[in-house]
């Protein structure tokens, strides 16, 4: 699999609100193929019921399921980060089997877990 870029909440939230610099990264990835992964634990998140716009955005990420070895990559972050959460663990080790640049509006929480995780980059939404 190609790397490629993992949205988080915040990301995903900045782009329903239609915030600039994210729909520009966003828009430009899918005109590029640059594909973007949304773990399944950030929709769940994320998700306050149906609309038009989540409905897109939904149409046009790939939601990555949470499997088993994932969850335990997670869980190994969260035994050495202090004060990480599990949708954040979630988040990294997700970008991290990938390749993936993350973007997020958490940078300080998910720059923690980068100790864990040292081949992740971050970007702020």
């Known amino acids: 699999m190609n790397p490629g870029l ?4 915040g ?5 329903e609100r239609r915030h600039q610099r994210i729909a520009r990264v966003y828009a430009t ?3 590029d193929g640059i594909p973007v992964t949304v773990p399944a634990v950030v929709v769940a998140e994320w998700w306050r019921g149906r609309s038009e716009t989540r409905e897109l955005i939904l149409r046009g990420v790939r939601v ?5 070895p994932l969850a335990r990559i997670a869980g190994e972050a969260l035994a050495v980060v202090s004060g990480a959460t599990a949708i ?3 988040v990294m080790a997700s970008a991290a089997r990938r390749g993936d640049v993350v973007y ?6 998910l720059e923690h877990l980068q100790a864990y995780f040292p ?3 971050l970007l702020a939404v």
């Open 29 to 31: 990835a899918v005109a």
């Open 64 to 68: 990555e399921d949470t499997t088993t």
């Open 6 to 9: 993992t949205f988080d909440t």
């Open 104 to 109: 997020t509006s958490d940078f300080t929480d």
């Open 11 to 15: 990301a995903l939230i900045a782009l």
């Open 88 to 90: 954040d663990a979630l």
């Open 119 to 121: 081949t992740v980059r």
